[in-house]
């Protein structure tokens, strides 16, 4: 008997932005949590971890985390995703205000 | 102040050199992460949650304004206008660019400064008393053989690929301000007879397994520092664990090979290398020690500042951030960077600009990082401090509450650290504007809360009177707390003291065990870690858990 699947979303840091990124159905790389692809069987999920993870020259640190479909796509489970979805909570920066690591733009 | 020789310039500026080629590689794709990691962590670039981070050496926390000045630019140039000063008198830039990383190293070269050697498994920056020139109760200020220490360990071809990384800390005074017992290395200056010399610590450190530093040579003369030093470095560069990271700290090698056996091999090895150093390095120290002189300080009435004693916002504020110069005339300022609501350590571009323009008119060029993750103005001539704090007020920074409640150490945590198990810097927040809506710290006096958002204790809560550790308890923050930590000359790890707390359940929590302490101190004047050391667990686990005393009693 197998235990059921959690569904996963692919997630790393953009390799020259460092901001977070997620996999999507086509292979793009998207900033936004919820145009992810959510992946329900576990072995497309090991399949789509290695498809992101060869992209070594576009992110780095890939790895699959917990998600669940939600009315506009994939949404995060656990905070620690749900803190990357959005950026520190100390400050208006990030991805809360639309806005990519750098210097604060103009 | 020490400023760099020819041989550090050149060798800082090769390094910034080398790393701009190892970041274009990177960026073209001639090098993969895996071999670019190592090599950024060398020169002090991670990558956390949202973004790269920069780490910068401020080593034995000493800056200058032009240095300060440099930050603030960098912070504002290619970040997002501020820094963040850590535990370790380190500052980090949490949003770089990759691409803006050799600017920054090249923009931190211009000032002397760098960020080598501050990760990976290599001693780390030298970090000393930030009192240091100025306290009353020095024997010496620290910061020469703090230099000297830097320069041996800078590149030191033995000593870049250690077990695990590597930290010594260095006080002057028989009070320790730079928790020298928490460090790989601790050295306290210590007087015996007519001479001067290191009582020296091996050993300490928080992390996971946290231990107090134990003394593996009680009376150091100064000419033997750098090959004992060396000693206990190759020793444990033998003996250190390779094969499992959580036991790869000195710590755990003293702990496992127990301490006489160390002293034993430290004693043989430096018996060895002892004959190679030809006093050439006391030559060098001779040189440092002039760098360090200490700055022509004036004589003039202080009368400007007793009068402004009258304020009572002034008054609160000397109270709590003026400590007691070796010049009587003078004063040691502490810059508060946690005012209540803000985050600990963080200083804006603007507010850095403001403190190196105060300390360039008014503390002899001088600013000092502490551990505590406040800026010090090591030497302030009293008449000028009713100024100083107009300033200083203005760019908000003249928060009255070093050594309260307020001024808690907190690490990035899970707001910023790939690392964390839970957040820090809101907690943080959360208890400073919650005391300060009660008006109650004053009244509370002396008490360090310490705040780390996993086991690696970066914020130091396993020494902080109350220690705060963030974990992950099955998907939901939880706060587990400790009592009686210490990270004075009088160090002790402080106790848990039973099932931690939710998110929202912390603040309250903290709550109950000041009141505690309120009702059973014996007067005023006994402090928290005085009563608890006093009372123990008992009152504040009653305070701490209710529900489960009516329990037991019912
Ligand atoms: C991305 C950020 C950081 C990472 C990845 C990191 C990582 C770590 C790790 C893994 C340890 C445990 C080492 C061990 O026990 O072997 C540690 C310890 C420590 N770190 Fe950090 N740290 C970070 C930020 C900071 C900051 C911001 C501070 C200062 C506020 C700091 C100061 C310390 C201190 C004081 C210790 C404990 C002392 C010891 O080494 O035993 N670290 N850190
Ligand atoms: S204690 Fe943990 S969460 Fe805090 S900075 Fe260190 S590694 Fe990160």
């Known amino acids: 008997m197998s235990r059921k699947f959690t569904p996963k979303v692919v997630t790393a840091n953009d390799l020259l932005i460092g901001d977070v990124v997620y996999l999507t159905a086509d292979d793009q790389w998207t900033r936004e949590h919820a145009q992810a692809e ?46 990357r979805t959005r950026g520190p909570s100390n400050y208006a920066h990030g991805k809360q205000v639309g806005e990519q690591p750098g210097p604060r733009q103009p | 102040m020490y400023s760099y020789n020819e041989f550090d310039e050149a060798f800082v500026r090769e390094r910034v050199a080398q790393f701009s080629q190892q970041v274009a590689r990177r960026i073209d794709g001639s090098l993969t992460e895996d071999e670019f990691k190592p090599l950024r962590l060398m020169n002090g670039l991670y990558l956390q949650l949202h973004a790269y981070m920069l780490r910068v050496a401020i080593p034995y926390g000493t800056i200058n304004p032009t240095q300060m000045r440099q930050l603030a630019h960098i912070a504002q140039t290619w970040d997002k206008g501020y820094g963040h000063f850590t535990t370790r008198q380190n500052i980090q830039f949490n949003w770089p660019l990759l691409k803006d990383v050799p600017a920054i190293l090249s923009a931190l070269a211009d000032v002397g400064m760098h960020a080598i050697q501050t990760s990976g498994n ?28 830097r320069q041996w360990s800078t590149d030191h071809p033995e000593f870049q690929f250690l077990p695990r990384k590597f930290k010594i800390a ?50 150091l003369p100064i000419p033997d520092l750098l090959p004992y030093c060396e000693a206990i470095v190759s020793v444990y560069n033998l003996l250190g664990r390779r094969d499992n990271k959580y036991k790869a700290r000195v710590k755990i090698t003293v702990h496992e090979n127990g301490l006489e056996e160390i002293q034993r091999q430290v004693e043989a090895r430096f018996a060895e290398i002892r ?40 008054r609160a504020w000397a109270d709590t951030n003026l400590a007691t110069h070796r010049n009587a005339q003078y004063a040691i300022v502490t810059i508060s960077l946690k005012k209540h609501g803000e985050t600990p350590g963080d200083a804006t ?84 504007t919650r005391f300060e ?118």
């Open chain 2, 349 to 432: 571009a603007h507010q850095m600009r403001v403190m190196a323009d105060i300390a360039e008119r008014f503390a002899h060029g001088e600013l000092r990082i502490s551990h505590e993750q406040n800026v010090i103005l090591p030497h302030v001539h009293k008449s000028d401090l009713p100024m100083v704090h107009a300033m200083l007020q203005q760019a908000g920074l003249g928060t009255a509450n070093v050594g309260l409640i307020s001024d808690i150490i907190a690490c990035p945590g899970m707001d910023y650290c790939a690392l964390a198990t839970a957040r820090s810097i809101p907690v943080a927040q959360q208890i400073a």
């Open chain 1, 38 to 83: 959510l992946i329900e069987d576990e072995a497309h999920a090991q399949l789509r971890l290695l498809d992101g993870a060869g992209q070594k020259n576009i992110v780095v640190g890939v790895y699959l985390a917990d998600a669940i479909a939600g009315p506009n796509g994939p949404e995060p489970t656990h905070f620690r995703e749900v803190f």
């Open chain 2, 275 to 314: 004959p190679t150093f030809h006093g050439h390095d006391q030559a060098l120290l001779d040189d440092i020690r002039a760098a360090f002189a200490p700055p022509a300080f004036r004589n003039a009435p202080t009368d400007a500042h007793d009068t402004a004693l009258a304020d009572p916002v002034y």
């Open chain 2, 170 to 219: 260095v006080t002057g005074s028989p009070n320790d301000r730079a928790v020298v017992k928490s460090h790989d290395i601790g050295l306290r200056m210590i007087r015996r007879g007519s001479q001067v010399g290191f009582e020296v610590l091996v050993g300490g450190g928080l992390g996971r397994t946290p231990m107090i530093g134990q003394v593996v040579r009680d009376f």
């Open chain 2, 122 to 149: 290599t001693i780390r920056n030298v970090t000393a008393d930030h009192f240091a020139g100025a306290a009353e109760d020095e024997i010496e200020d620290p910061r020469p053989y703090a230099e000297l220490l």
């Open chain 2, 437 to 554: 809506e009660l008006k109650l710290e004053h009244d509370v006096g002396p008490l360090k809360i310490k705040i780390s958002g996993c086991i690696n204790a970066c914020g130091h809560h396993h020494v902080g009177h109350i220690g705060i550790l963030g974990l992950d308890r099955a998907g939901v923050e939880n706060y587990q707390i400790t009592l009686g930590g210490d990270g004075t000359e009088t160090a002790v790890i402080g106790e848990r003291a039973g099932p931690g707390f939710a998110y929202d359940e912390i603040v309250p929590a903290i709550e109950r065990l000041v009141r505690a302490y309120l009702d059973v101190r014996s007067e005023p004047s006994e402090t928290f870690l005085q009563t608890y050391r006093r009372l123990g667990l008992g009152p504040f686990k009653a305070a701490l858990y209710p529900a489960e005393g009516a329990q037991d009693a019912a």
